[in-house]
């Protein structure tokens, strides 16, 4: 097998085999496809590859670089088909095209669980959150007592699980292998945890919370998850304590009856089934917590190194992030198309957006497209823009977004970590004219 | 616009049988949550090697093998991670020979993918 010349067998046969064997047999030094081994990979591909002599070497061409498995679907009443990351515990990422709608409605919210998914509650409004540790009047309300006694508010607001983009990582890191999919954008209502706080009375030299949920643990040995964050953040206006989704109940995998919502911070902040804030003066120590958990070097490791996470960083603003949902990887179109009017989300943590950018020539070129302003802040931001398409055959939309500070999308993931946090490479979508 | 006022009776009529249905839906995704856990797995949906029947028995008891198939580890990552489980998670240490004969097995059959034609990353090992 090993002296085979690499045109003799399909070049989607090497790729499944051994990718990076075959992308050594396939690219030249170069980094150009070279004569016949261009023919099979635009034949294994069904189309020609318009800008294969810009395709950078190493890169596996998008629509290959799938893996071996194919994706299995949720199947679930009142959840769209979801891509299933595992069933105990229960974790499903949305598909970046079914992420087109500007409020990111509850069917197609990821469903993120470190644990088992609780019974249901009779009574929502009876449902009690207590406010306790380093205040001077701890409280015990209601949900009722909660929407009587503060003001409501209402915002879009994104919610993205930590790991998001974990499955960028090179070596793989461990967790769900996420790709873009694990965000979303719905609107929550609820009282501002900084008017809940206020009116416990916060002492001086609280710095830290620790938050608390009713679901437990896999091993059914106490709870799931329980972390906490830097009272600034809990203070921030759009930090809620939620108890309607889109103007309904939250759904049952999403939190009922109550959830806070943490945004722009690793969604595990955001607690499920939330029941319980604790005000600290040193850093919470639950479980999810402390070591690898969470947190990110500060002094980049080598990539697989073995590392206990002493000095690394708690993760608290997501880096910048964008999706492209107008249309699917794998998209066909009909021959002769030309132009192709594309549109995504971009979000970027506390931050805003300021550009996205799209390049259909692998990297060569980049075109701006337009970019809204979020409707509240913690929003995330559509954008959209037309591209050119000089020829029929294979191509690939790379996009990527720039955050407020200057700060883009990394070309690969960057400051490796074992559990996976913080990679926001550019995205790859391939489509394919006629 | 004639049928502005026909939508706004549709919106209001689904916005209330949304809320009407919740705790219905909320009750059925809790049970439909519920059977997704406890569906059995075949030992056989691991790979077929030694150790396979001592990681089906040892590892499936907080979750499924998805999260096991989906992994790609060097030996050294997996040994890291039974600490992890161990330290985190509650689980019972492995120890001695039967973690060896754990670690080995998923090392053997859920190993990195390949090292690539450079032979991984120069300043490991």
């Given at each position: 097998?090993?002296?085979?010349?690499p045109?003799?067998r399909?070049?989607?046969?090497l790729?499944?085999?051994?990718?990076?064997?075959?992308?050594?047999?396939v690219?030249?030094?170069r980094?150009?496809?070279?004569?016949?081994?261009?023919?099979?990979?635009?034949?294994?591909?069904?189309?020609?590859?318009?800008?294969?002599?810009?395709?950078?070497?190493?890169?596996?061409?998008?629509?290959l670089?799938?893996?071996?498995?194919?994706p299995?679907?949720l199947?679930?009443?009142?959840?769209?088909?979801?891509?299933?990351?595992?069933?105990?515990p229960?974790?499903?990422e949305?598909?970046e095209h079914?992420?087109?709608?500007?409020?990111?409605?509850?069917?197609?919210f990821?469903?993120?669980?470190?644990?088992s998914v609780p019974?249901?509650?009779a009574?929502?409004?009876?449902w009690?959150?207590?406010?306790?540790?380093?205040?001077?009047?701890?409280?015990?309300?209601?949900?009722a007592?909660?929407?009587?006694?503060?003001?409501i508010?209402?915002?879009?607001?994104?919610?993205?699980c930590g790991?998001?983009?974990?499955?960028?990582?090179s070596?793989?890191?461990?967790?769900?292998?996420?790709?873009?999919?694990?965000?979303?954008?719905?609107?929550?209502?609820?009282?501002?945890?900084?008017?809940?706080?206020?009116?416990?009375?916060?002492?001086?030299?609280?710095?830290?919370?620790?938050q608390?949920?009713?679901?437990?643990?896999?091993?059914?040995?106490g709870p799931a998850?329980?972390?906490?964050?830097?009272?600034?953040k809990?203070?921030?206006?759009?930090?809620l304590?939620c108890?309607?989704?889109?103007?309904?109940?939250?759904?049952q995998?999403?939190?009922?009856?109550a959830?806070l919502?943490?945004?722009?911070?690793?969604?595990?902040?955001?607690?499920k089934?939330?029941?319980?804030?604790e005000?600290?003066?040193?850093?919470?120590?639950?479980?999810?917590?402390?070591?690898?958990?969470y947190?990110?070097?500060?002094?980049?490791?080598v990539?697989?190194?073995?590392?206990?996470?002493?000095?690394?960083?708690?993760?608290e603003?997501?880096?910048?992030?964008s999706?492209?949902?107008s249309?699917?990887?794998?998209?066909r179109l009909?021959?002769?198309?030309?132009?192709?009017?594309?549109?995504?989300?971009?979000?970027?943590?506390d931050?805003?957006?300021?550009?996205?950018?799209?390049?259909?020539?692998?990297g060569?070129?980049?075109?701006?497209?337009q970019?809204?302003?979020p409707?509240?802040?913690?929003?995330?931001?559509?954008?959209?823009?037309?591209i050119?398409?000089?020829?029929?055959?294979?191509?690939e939309?790379?996009?990527?977004?720039?955050?407020?500070?200057?700060?883009m999308?990394?070309?690969?993931?960057?400051?490796?970590?074992?559990?996976?946090?913080?990679?926001n490479?550019i995205?790859r979508?391939?489509?394919?004219?006629? | 616009?004639?049928?502005?006022?026909?939508?706004?009776?549709?919106?209001?009529l689904?916005?209330s049988?949304?809320?009407?249905?919740?705790?219905?839906?909320?009750?059925?995704?809790?049970e439909?949550?519920?059977?997704?856990?406890?569906?059995?797995?075949?030992?056989t949906v691991?790979?077929?090697?030694?150790?396979?029947?001592?990681?089906?028995?040892?590892?499936?008891?907080?979750h499924?093998?998805?999260?096991?198939?989906?992994?790609?580890?060097t030996r050294?990552?997996?040994?890291?991670?039974?600490?992890w489980?161990?330290e985190?998670h509650?689980?019972n240490?492995l120890?001695?020979e039967?973690?060896?004969?754990i670690?080995?097995y998923?090392?053997r059959?859920?190993g990195?993918?390949?090292?690539g034609?450079r032979g991984?990353?120069?300043?490991?090992?």
């Amino acid at each position: 097998m090993a002296h085979q010349n690499p045109s003799e067998r399909s070049v989607q046969e090497l790729y499944r085999d051994d990718p990076e064997r075959a992308d050594a047999l396939v690219w030249g030094r170069r980094g150009a496809l070279q004569g016949a081994a261009l023919a099979a990979m635009g034949a294994a591909l069904g189309g020609s590859i318009p800008f294969a002599r810009n395709m950078p070497s190493g890169l596996v061409p998008a629509a290959l670089a799938q893996g071996a498995n194919q994706p299995q679907f949720l199947q679930m009443e009142g959840k769209a088909p979801l891509i299933l990351q595992g069933e105990r515990p229960l974790n499903a990422e949305t598909p970046e095209h079914l992420l087109d709608d500007p409020v990111t409605p509850a069917d197609k919210f990821f469903i993120r669980n470190n644990g088992s998914v609780p019974d249901t509650v009779a009574d929502a409004r009876a449902w009690k959150i207590r406010i306790d540790g380093e205040v001077n009047t701890p409280l015990e309300l209601t949900i009722a007592e909660l929407e009587q006694r503060f003001e409501i508010v209402t915002r879009k607001l994104q919610m993205e699980c930590g790991g998001n983009g974990r499955s960028g990582f090179s070596p793989q890191a461990a967790g769900n292998q996420w790709g873009n999919g694990a965000i979303s954008n719905a609107e929550w209502t609820g009282v501002r945890l900084h008017d809940v706080l206020r009116a416990a009375g916060v002492k001086d030299g609280a710095k830290f919370t620790g938050q608390h949920g009713a679901d437990s643990h896999l091993s059914a040995q106490g709870p799931a998850i329980s972390r906490g964050m830097r009272i600034e953040k809990a203070m921030d206006e759009d930090t809620l304590i939620c108890f309607r989704m889109n103007g309904a109940a939250i759904p049952q995998m999403h939190g009922a009856p109550a959830r806070l919502v943490v945004p722009g911070w690793p969604g595990s902040l955001s607690q499920k089934w939330f029941t319980r804030l604790e005000v600290l003066n040193k850093p919470h120590t639950g479980r999810g917590m402390g070591g690898t958990s969470y947190r990110i070097p500060v002094r980049p490791i080598v990539p697989g190194s073995r590392n206990n996470g002493a000095d690394f960083v708690d993760m608290e603003s997501m880096p910048v992030r964008s999706v492209l949902s107008s249309h699917a990887h794998g998209t066909r179109l009909p021959a002769g198309t030309r132009s192709l009017d594309i549109r995504g989300h971009a979000w970027a943590g506390d931050l805003s957006v300021r550009d996205v950018h799209v390049s259909t020539d692998f990297g060569q070129s980049w075109q701006a497209m337009q970019v809204a302003a979020p409707p509240n802040r913690h929003a995330w931001q559509r954008w959209q823009g037309r591209i050119a398409l000089p020829s029929d055959g294979y191509y690939e939309i790379w996009y990527r977004a720039t955050d407020s500070n200057g700060r883009m999308q990394p070309h690969v993931a960057a400051n490796w970590n074992p559990q996976g946090y913080g990679a926001n490479p550019i995205s790859r979508v391939a489509i394919l004219i006629g | 616009m004639r049928l502005l006022p026909y939508a706004a009776v549709v919106v209001l009529l689904c916005a209330s049988a949304t809320i009407a249905q919740t705790p219905d839906l909320a009750q059925r995704q809790a049970e439909a949550a519920a059977a997704l856990a406890e569906r059995q797995e075949e030992e056989t949906v691991l790979a077929e090697g030694e150790g396979r029947s001592e990681v089906f028995g040892y590892c499936t008891a907080c979750h499924n093998t998805a999260l096991i198939r989906r992994s790609a580890f060097t030996r050294e990552r997996w040994d890291e991670l039974m600490d992890w489980m161990a330290e985190k998670h509650g689980m019972n240490p492995l120890e001695g020979e039967f973690r060896d004969t754990i670690v080995d097995y998923l090392a053997r059959h859920y190993g990195p993918l390949t090292r690539g034609p450079r032979g991984g990353n120069p300043f490991l090992n």
